[in-house]
């Protein structure tokens, strides 16, 4: 009998060891001396905003020296608690999706506690809101150096939203170190997807699950190449632009470099036919067309377009106006008018991107003073357009003192993400934001990574980001035959 109870004690001993050495080992809220005024600085910037319920960790950096620190995230049931490493909270994966699960449209209150001097000091809590509306689980982009005359290496990725994984969809060392651009998804499904590809596989190529095919349209007894996509709702049909583009550099501009184009019009692609759909309204020698993208119904097709000015001399004349053109998808025909939004001429500035909400309520376009690569322009900010009242407005909040560019929706209408260099000017970032159904838009946030302080030392650049409901599992091999096949004349 005492045998036996002295293993008991023994094992209860030992028990208590290493219950204690595990509480040693985990973090501990901080029992604070002092409440400092405000929240803290943090990098990214992350304090008070709307976020999925699926999204990976909002891991940041403290912007500021201290001894230690420590993060407490609370929600209806639970708490993370996180210690600093080298200044960064790096919240682990599984704990932060349980949290989140478990707070679907509620908030997580953040309290960040620093120690200096030997005292531990709270700054006030912050919030970050779980939307219960989710977010596409992918994001297509291509990373691109953001030189101006030079580049060797792109690609075109794909980000798993939900965690911190990035694939390859495709990079230019399979396509002799070509460009490639203008990656658009049919309904945001991953299955289906068209880009473009320039110098000696230059093409418009359509990745389907049958095999990949090039899109030729010839028009006047000339091959013209196919850029700026957007899906027919139904599936069959691909408006595109055809574009002369050119570039230019500044030498004392705080626009760096102008790209313009001599020409561009705007055809619509039947896939089923393989055939291209032309109209006079769209192919005026006298005007500018790009940029198409269709309603979510398919029954009208927005453009942007410009009076033709001679070019590069007049480079700051050209001011895109937002338009549209009714489309019938049965009898394979444009309307007989062309509707203008908004009067880029009489407003002295310029449209370009625009993207209609999946419930066809609201548009989002890019608004910049002159021409159509607003990614180069430092004054360009995002614009909506209530297509219920024609108002169009700022997206209050959103914009930055720097460039906001391209931007794609989310499936459910709730989500955009857009491109924005609000960090050093250089370098072009991802950006999610949420909108509700009245339009009224929270406060953006980059798309989380691993470490916190990734897009002050990634020197690449994110461009065309759109989101996709799934994986997107390209043949490679499929497309480079493709692309190496002899084209026609």
Known sequence: ?????????????????????????????????????????????????????????????????????????????????????????????????????????????????????????????????????????????????????????????????????????????????????????????????VFHMRAQLGGTYLSEPDGVKRLEAKINGK?????????????????????????????????????????????????????VLTDSLLMKQTAFETFPTFSPDGKKLYFCSAEAKTLPYEFDQVKYSLCSIDFDAESRSFGTQVDTLYNGRLKNKSVSFPRVSPDGRFLVFTLSSYGNFSIWH???DLMMVDLKTGQVSELEGVNSNDVESYHSWSSNGHWLVFSSRRVDGLYTHPYLVHVDGEGHWSKPFAVPQSDPQFYRNFMYSFNIPELVKGEVKLDKRALIRKASEKKPE
């Open 223 to 275: 091959v013209q190449s196919l850029v700026y996509p957007s899906w027919h709702s139904s599936g069959r049909f691909i408006a595109f632009s055809m574009n002369q583009t050119k570039q230019a550099f500044h030498q004392n501009d705080r626009n760096r470099i102008e790209v313009f184009d001599f020409s561009s019009d705007v055809v619509v692609y039947d896939l089923e036919r393989d055939a």
């Open 1 to 193: 009998m005492k045998k036996t109870v002295m293993k008991y004690v023994g094992r209860t001993g030992c028990l208590s060891m290493l219950l204690g050495l595990l509480m040693s080992c985990s973090p501990q809220e901080p029992v604070s001396e002092q409440t400092l005024k405000g929240c803290p600085a943090i990098f990214p910037d992350y304090t008070g905003v709307t976020i999925p319920s699926n999204i990976a960790p909002l891991r940041f950096a403290l912007e500021e020296e201290a001894e230690k620190a420590v993060a407490v995230i609370s929600g209806r049931k639970d708490k993370l608690i996180v210690d600093a490493e080298d200044g960064s909270f790096l919240i682990p994966e599984k704990k932060w999706h349980e949290l989140l699960e478990s707070s679907v449209g509620d908030s997580l209150q953040v309290k960040v506690y620093v120690r200096k001097d030997g005292r531990w000091c709270m700054y006030e809590p912050f919030s970050w809101h779980i939307s219960p509306d989710e977010l596409d689980a992918f994001l297509v982009y291509r990373l691109i150096e953001p030189g101006y005359e030079l580049w060797n290496r792109m690609g075109i990725y794909q980000r798993d939203l939900t965690s911190f994984e990035q694939k390859s969809i495709l990079t230019n060392e399979k396509t002799q170190h070509n460009c490639m651009n203008c990656h658009s998804f049919n309904n945001r499904e991953p299955d289906r997807m």
């Open 378 to 380: 430092k004054d360009a």
